[in-house]
């Protein structure tokens, strides 16, 4: 029994070694969150629904939220971390059918930097609106329809002009039956979420989409927002 300790004692202190000499792994950053002004405009959850009327039939739509799920997204550039943030993925449904919309959050600014613009305001967050196509192999026609955040005393930049015409309306702004404070107005001379066509979406926050004005050829179409439940 005495010679079986008396060889434990070098293993155990070999092994006390190995484990002092590996480096220890650095922890993860803490995640960049979403910004609360980000989320005020377009982060809805389940029980949520908008009622728009047509502004020409005055027919009405039904919108509401499916689903909404919440993660955190890893960037890595030859297997290092270099950005890592809050995401959201939400799909609503239209009671005049067709597929659903989805709607989830990117960020164009890298290097873990917290900041609201990168690259000469160009916006640092952006709000994807896609078709829900689980069953196609084609592209789910994602669009940039909202920008985090941009600063209205500044030019826009010509790299985003071309992607969107985005114009802040401080309020408040009538839109039908009812003004809002705050509405960023998105022009797009093609939205994918839209089969291509141009698309204007108006914002508000704590509301969501409060006006969205559809073009099909010289055909168009203004869906103005006339009540809604807000679940948030």
């Known amino acids: ?22 480096p220890k792994a650095e922890p993860e950053p803490p995640a960049i969150p979403l910004p609360a002004e980000l989320k005020a405009y377009t982060l809805f959850r389940p029980g949520t629904y908008w009622v728009y009327q047509d502004s020409a039939s005055r027919q009405l739509d039904s919108v509401w939220v499916v689903a909404t799920t919440d993660s955190v997204k890893r960037m890595y550039d030859q297997l290092r971390l270099t950005d890592k943030y809050e995401v959201f993925f939400m799909k609503t449904q239209s009671s005049l059918g067709g597929p659903q919309r989805t709607y989830s959050v990117f960020r164009l600014c890298g290097g873990m930097k917290p900041q609201d613009a990168v690259g000469g305001n160009f916006p640092c967050w952006a709000i994807m609106r896609g078709l829900s196509l689980p069953n196609s192999t084609a592209d789910e026609g994602d669009s940039d329809v909202f920008a985090y955040r941009i600063d209205w005393t500044l030019p826009i930049n010509p790299s985003t002009l071309s992607v969107m015409t985005p ?51 010289h055909q168009v179409s203004t869906w103005t927002l006339v009540r809604s439940r807000i679940v948030q």
Do not use: T
């Open 167 to 217: 114009r802040w309306h401080p309020g408040p702004y009538p839109l039908g039956n009812a003004s809002y404070r705050d509405v960023v107005e998105v022009r797009l001379a093609q939205d994918a979420s839209e089969y291509g066509w141009p698309s204007h979406y108006y914002w508000a926050p704590n509301v969501g989409i409060v006006r969205h004005r559809r073009w099909r050829g």
């Open 1 to 22: 029994m005495k010679h079986l300790c008396f060889f434990r004692w070098p293993l155990l202190l070999a092994g006390l070694f190995l484990l002092s000499a590996c």
